[in-house]
């Protein structure tokens, strides 16, 4: 009769898994059909660093809430337009399938990132019940936190970085015409978005490598030289081969590195406790 109970429990976990996953999928087709039905908003979206440097950006905030005379704000933003410089690229489509291509990626891109928060929901609602009164007390800070920090690497990149690493791009050879392929310049913007938004997980990595006890806050101190070249190792992974772009990921990171030390000094606090 326990074998029995057992194997029903094992069975309505199997089912509860599978019932997760059709969701997810279902999560995914749906937001992917969105991507591709709004493909041109999103490749705007995606242009815009190209089309407009970050400073011109802040500069139309600026001038937005305080208008563009008479001020200090106002000045500020002629101050933050007169050193932009306008980009002097051009996208194209290379190949009679170029298009279908791009407009795939847009669309299976858009519906990854969209559907994400649909997925790990799905993933917490199956762990949930398995955690016990501690683990769940801890468990939805800790996806606020993993999802604050993504979102966080997204916004420094699109802001940030893009803008800087195609400007380097487009100045390396001032004597040629940039002509951009469309699905690369697609491929390396939304890897720079993604790859910025995993690596300012460290923070939270390096909390849970403490509340495991596989290496502590001190370990962690005393293993800082180590850690910065596995940084820029990294950096230069997840990134275009270039100086700028991989500094513009190095250098937060190893900021990062030590917000991650503090986290792993309060978690070992807290388990102290």
């Known amino acids: 009769m326990k074998s029995n109970d057992v ?26 059909v969105l991507g591709m039905t709004f493909n041109k908003p999103i490749l705007y979206i995606l242009e815009l660093p190209m089309r407009s440097p970050f400073t011109n950006i802040l500069a139309d905030a600026i001038e937005l809430r305080a208008g563009s005379e008479g001020s200090i704000l106002g000045f500020l ?5 007169s050193e932009s410089s306008n980009l002097e690229a051009e996208i194209i489509l290379i190949g009679a399938f170029q298009a279908i291509m791009a407009y795939l990626t847009i669309g299976i891109t858009a519906g990854i990132i ?12 199956f762990i949930f019940p398995a955690l016990n009164s501690k683990e769940r007390r801890i468990a939805l800070p800790l996806f606020f936190t993993i999802v604050f920090f993504f979102l966080l690497g997204v916004v420094f990149s699109y802001f940030i970085v893009v803008p ?21 310049y697609l491929s390396i913007v939304t890897g720079l978005i993604l790859g910025f938004g995993v690596a300012f997980e460290l923070p939270v990595v390096m909390a849970f490598l403490a509340r495991i006890g596989i290496i502590d806050s001190r370990g962690f101190r005393g293993k800082q030289r180590i850690a910065l070249m596995g940084i820029c190792v ?4 997840l990134t275009p081969a270039d100086p700028w772009s991989m500094l513009l990921m190095a250098i937060p ?4 590195y030590q917000l991650g030390i503090f986290f792993a000094f309060l978690v070992e606090k807290e388990v102290e406790i």
């Open 234 to 237: 990294l950096s230069a992974v």
């Open 253 to 256: 990171l190893f900021f990062l």
């Open 114 to 125: 969209l559907s994400l928060p649909v997925i790990l929901y799905q993933i917490w609602m």
């Open 7 to 32: 194997e029903m429990n094992f069975l309505e976990h199997l089912g509860e898994l599978r019932r997760r996953i059709i969701i997810s999928l279902i999560a995914l087709g749906v937001f992917t």
């Open 77 to 81: 933003s002629l101050t933050l337009r």
């Open 164 to 184: 800087v690493v195609l400007q380097f791009s487009a100045g390396l050879y001032p004597g040629y015409k940039n002509l951009w392929d469309l699905k690369l």
